[in-house]
T-cell receptor
């Protein structure tokens, strides 16, 4: 079955530690995204990548880093510089097409990160 | 003014009620209009999308777009407890690269 997998489902981190969230897709999508979701605030874009070995900052990139070495993988590292990392993190992917074409974002099941 | 605003909720209705969920947007260049449904502790999934003004129906769900007013709605007829979720409106941006999401409305349908 095609889809997006995220791991782990739950993650606990001590203050000062870096942690990496995994995101893998087998949909053959070019574009991948990381969002953060907090209660009452909807989805906020952290980073996105339209192509392998290239990525751009979203609205709240500070304290986060990503890599895109393979088309199917887009891991997110939450660094110790992120002051309030406790949140629900969602990975998504889509085809990368012109603005006139229809693109749908497919989401993974999410990772809930809690800082202890 | 925020780019997308959505009824804040939460919204509680009895089973069988008609539900109206609404979003307003400020960017007149948006061409596609989407509704995502997100169950608790899950990722969002696309429920409906539409391209033009007017109505689009899919079973118990109807998406309505009024481009002149920059207003979109999602109607749910004969609501069921399984419809209890957060509903997010979404718009691909001007470059087709990113999506702008509303903050979501949490709906509870009570049996």
């Amino acid at each position: 079955d095609g889809g997006i997998t995220q791991s782990p489902k739950y993650l606990f981190r001590k203050e000062g530690q870096n942690v990496t969230l995994s995101c893998e897709q087998n949909l053959n999508h070019d574009a991948m995204y990381w969002y953060r979701q907090d209660p009452g605030q909807g989805l906020r874009l952290i980073y996105y990548s339209q192509i392998v070995n290239d990525f751009q900052k979203g609205d709240i990139a500070e304290g986060y880093s990503v890599s895109r070495e393979k088309k199917e993988s887009f891991p997110l590292t939450v660094t110790s510089a992120q002051k309030n990392p406790t949140a629900f993190y969602l990975c998504a992917s889509s085809t990368a097409g012109p603005v006139s074409s229809y693109n749908e974002q497919f989401f993974g099941p999410g990772t809930r990160l809690t800082v202890l | 003014q925020k780019e997308v605003e959505q009824d804040p909720g939460p919204l509680s209705v009895p089973e069988g009620a008609i539900v109206s969920l609404n979003c307003t947007y400020s960017n007149s260049a948006f061409q596609y209009f989407m509704w995502y449904r997100q169950y608790s502790r899950k990722g969002p999934e696309l429920l409906m999308y539409t391209y033009s003004s007017g109505n689009k129906e899919d079973g118990r769900f109807t998406a309505q777009v009024d481009k002149s007013s920059k207003y979109i709605s999602l109607f749910i007829r004969d609501s069921q407890p399984s419809d209890s979720a957060t509903y997010l409106c979404a718009f691909p941006d001007n470059y087709g690269q990113n999506f702008v999401f509303g903050p979501g409305t949490r709906l509870s349908v009570l049996p």
